[in-house]
């Protein structure tokens, strides 16, 4: 009996020991996907205690909805920048779910859900504040060639690609690797089919599939690969780098609306410095900002330190307001990137005998009219960058009566910001920058005694000029002429 017993154990244990020997040998077998992996998906699954990222970093509402999906019988898990972000030890922005339920099934699940499709089916569920986006696996459209749901425009571009597919499929449609994995809310594993994880480890940004038919498909890929190298401090795979200078074009066929979106994300998420220095090395910035470029390249031939200093010190700012978690606003950004343009046509139109005013309101009416044709600018935005324009000629004036008025004005304080950014940037206010610094930090005695020196100031520097003369009173505009506008 005793013999019978023990010849079971060591014929299981055995049999065990062979499995596992048979498993890793298959594992080292196993060939490394290649940078094509659409071609040949690999599937890994990094088990909990092999990978960092943890369920404590991860959003409750986002574990809720994978939770909920995985009880009701479906796959769901968690995808794209948060994993990523997790695995990097980042906050993620917000969490994306990939599931194999129906855009309709995962909506029966959610009553505090809403399907929407733009571009693609989804559903947004909605926690507060919070919203959970729930994608249902899709594949790629060449798998669907000549069906009615994907379509492409004759430069290769994806115009719609709501097909539904496998896991593996939805991973291959990604973009780069490090954006394919996949975190199990069941046994808390993470899913890579194309290596993501190696590339997370080395830094490295790498297109999945073959590079040039990717950016083609849409080459708003482009932008986000610089958005991603400056973000995560990642570099560009060889393969992924080398066709970026040549293909900016192709972001001429992109929607503005999409553009002015992308442009957002990229100079507003806390590295704009970085970002631009990148989309200029890569040639992607004269597609998005053609004015702003032509400008910047004059300046750098003429060694022009300003233009390009009123540009990275706006970034600067934009940056150091995103960390500290201070509003920002596209016009201010706008208004800095197209300054120069804007004041090269408003030079034009001046030598061509136009006054100063009308001469700066047409050029900011022209400027950004033709941005507009690259990069939508909503309404609200344009509105903003031509108040912040207008208001610089009479911050830099000061006309003493109308010191009090210009201080009410709804858009003094990002006009103000900009007027202090010019002067950073070198151009010479004559002190008008420190000036309205000052004033806003005195009380009303303070800045009576400021607003009446400012007058004697100035009267003193009439008299000095017209000796002997007795000045005429002389209605004025509140608009007056402003040279130092230029
Ligand atoms: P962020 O931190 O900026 O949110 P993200 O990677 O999450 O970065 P999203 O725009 O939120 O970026 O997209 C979510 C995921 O969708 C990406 O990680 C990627 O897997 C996929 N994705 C987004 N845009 C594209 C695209 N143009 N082509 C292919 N896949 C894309
Ligand atoms: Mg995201």
Redesign the pocket.
């Known amino acids: 009996m005793f013999s019978y017993t023990t010849a079971i154990v060591v014929i299981v244990l055995g049999g065990i020991l062979i499995f596992w020997l048979m498993r890793n040998r298959n594992k080292a077998k196993r060939p490394q996907p290649t940078v094509d992996a659409r071609n040949d998906p690999q599937k890994t699954v990094i088990p909990r205690d092999k990978h960092p990222v943890s369920r404590r970093n991860i959003s409750d509402n986002a574990l809720k909805v994978i939770n909920r999906l995985n009880s009701q019988g479906y796959e769901a898990y968690l ?4 994993v ?2 997790l695995y990097l030890d980042l906050h ?3 969490f ?1 779910v990939a599931t194999n339920a129906s855009p309709e099934e995962v909506r029966k699940l959610f009553r505090n859900s809403r399907l929407i499709g733009r571009r693609f089916k989804l559903v947004h569920v909605l926690f507060g504040r919070e919203m959970i ?1 729930v994608a249902t696996f899709r594949a790629q459209h060449e798998q669907h060639h000549g069906q009615d749901k994907s379509h492409h425009s004759e430069s290769g571009r994806i115009l719609r690609d709501n097909v539904y597919g496998t896991m593996e499929d939805d991973a291959m ?4 690797t490090v ?2 994995l996949y975190y199990d809310g069941r046994d808390f594993s993470v899913v890579d089919f194309c290596n993501g994880v190696d590339d997370i480890r080395t830094g490295t940004l790498r297109l999945i599939g073959d590079p040039v038919t ?1 950016y083609h ?2 080459p ?2 482009m932008l ?1 690969a610089i ?2 190298a400056a ?1 995560l401090n990642f570099t560009m795979a060889p393969e992924t780098e080398q066709p970026v200078r040549e293909l900016g074009h192709l972001l001429r066929d992109i929607p503005s609306a999409r553009l002015f979106d992308e442009i957002l ?1 990229l100079l507003q ?1 806390g590295h704009g410095v970085r970002t631009f220095e990148l989309l200029r090395e890569y040639q992607l910035f004269a597609p998005l900002f053609p004015a702003t470029d032509h400008s910047l390249n004059e300046a750098l031939a003429q060694q022009d330190q300003q233009t390009p200093a009123l540009i990275i010190e706006s970034l600067k700012s934009t940056d150091r307001r995103v960390k500290q978690h201070r509003p920002v606003t596209p016009a201010f950004l706008f208004a800095a990137l197209l300054w120069s343009p804007m004041k090269r046509l408003a030079q034009e139109l001046m030598d061509q005998g136009i006054p100063p005013i009308p001469a700066f309101q047409q050029a900011a009416m022209t400027v950004i009219t033709n941005q507009c044709h690259h990069t939508s600018i909503p309404r609200r935005f344009s509105m903003m960058v031509r108040d912040i324009w207008d208001l610089q000629a009479r911050l830099e004036r000061r006309q003493p009566k109308l010191i009090e008025s210009l201080m009410e004005h709804p858009k003094f304080r990002a006009a103000y910001d900009f007027l202090v950014l010019r002067e950073q940037s070198g151009e010479n206010l004559s002190g008008a920058g420190q000036w309205w610094t000052d004033i806003q930090e005195v009380d009303d005695h303070g800045r009576f005694s400021m607003v009446r020196e400012l007058s004697s100031q100035i009267a003193s520097q009439g008299a000095q000029k017209k000796p002997g003369i007795k000045r005429r009173r002389r209605r004025r505009k509140p608009h007056s002429p402003d040279s130092g506008n230029d």
Not at 79 to 82: D, L, N, P, T, Y
């Open positions: 995808v794209g920048g948060c990523r972000d993620p922005k917000d994306d986006e449609r990604r973009d780069f954006n394919a990717r498909e849409d708003v890929r986000r958005r991603f973000k994300k998420s």
